[in-house]
């Protein structure tokens, strides 16, 4: 059974810093492309970034460069992100998802296990 | 502002049929598939449809999904108390992104 389960969401202060996980079992991590996904309470999702599954390959949404980092540790079974200089509209559940296909570089695949949250607070 | 747009909310009674658009562009649904997603309150998103009509095991055939240009649409019949969720469309973007509509509400009246 795959399993993703995130963790880190905190209470944080304007232009502080945090870092998510997101643990995952039931598949080999190591051949997925892993997502980020975000969605303000009682809004619509916003994808926020994506890690290939050798973890060189990344992107972000404008929304986040530049302050955002994905990165993940395939010994571990684990997906991070990386969040500084965070503003109040960084506030939100993040969620890590995975790719649908081993090894995808097609547009194919779509996103088709989700962990269930952690939430971010950005606020003084 | 989402990249896809989604009627805010949608409406039906039991039995009926009810279907909601998705309504993208050229970079994304126009040359993408389309998936849907079932968001119940408090709980993660979870997949419905892929890949335009494709439903994965576990859902039932009452939903169904089709694509044509830029929109897609999403089709409940037979429609029942349980059903009333959030649904969101997504698709991949040509600029390396997943792009994802703003929701559509359905309410089983």
């Known amino acids: 059974e795959v399993r993703l389960v995130e963790s880190g969401g905190v209470v944080v202060q304007p232009g502080g810093s945090l870092r998510l996980s997101c643990v995952a079992s039931g598949f080999t991590f190591h051949d997925y492309t892993m997502h980020w996904v975000r969605q303000v309470p009682g809004k619509g999702l916003e994808w926020v970034s994506l890690i290939g599954w050798t973890g060189v390959g990344t992107n972000y949404a404008d929304s986040v460069r530049g302050r955002f980092t994905i990165s993940r540790d395939n010994g571990e079974n684990s997906l991070y992100l990386q969040m500084s200089s965070l503003r109040t509209e960084d506030t939100a559940f993040y969620y890590c998802?995975?790719?649908?296909?081993?090894?995808?570089?097609?547009?194919?695949?779509?996103?088709?296990?989700w962990g269930p949250g952690t939430l971010v607070t950005v606020s003084s | 502002q989402s990249v896809l747009t989604q009627p805010p909310s949608a409406s039906g009674t039991p039995g009926q049929r009810v279907t909601m658009s998705c309504s993208g562009s050229?970079?994304?649904?126009?040359?993408?598939?389309v998936h849907w997603y079932q968001q119940f309150p408090g709980t993660a998103p979870q997949l419905l449809v892929y890949?335009?009509?494709q439903r994965p095991s576990g859902v039932p055939d009452r939903f169904s999904g089709s694509k044509s240009g830029t929109s897609a649409s999403l089709a409940i019949s037979g429609l029942r108390s349980e059903d009333e969720a959030d649904y969101y469309c997504?698709?991949?973007?040509?600029?390396?992104?997943?792009?994802f509509g703003g929701g559509t509400k359905l309410t089983v009246l």
């Open positions: 998802a995975k790719d649908s296909d081993r090894h995808c570089t097609t547009t194919t695949c779509y996103l088709d296990y």
């Open positions: 050229r970079s994304n649904i126009g040359s993408n598939y």
């Open positions: 890949r335009n009509n």
């Open positions: 997504a698709a991949w973007d040509d600029s390396l992104s997943w792009v």
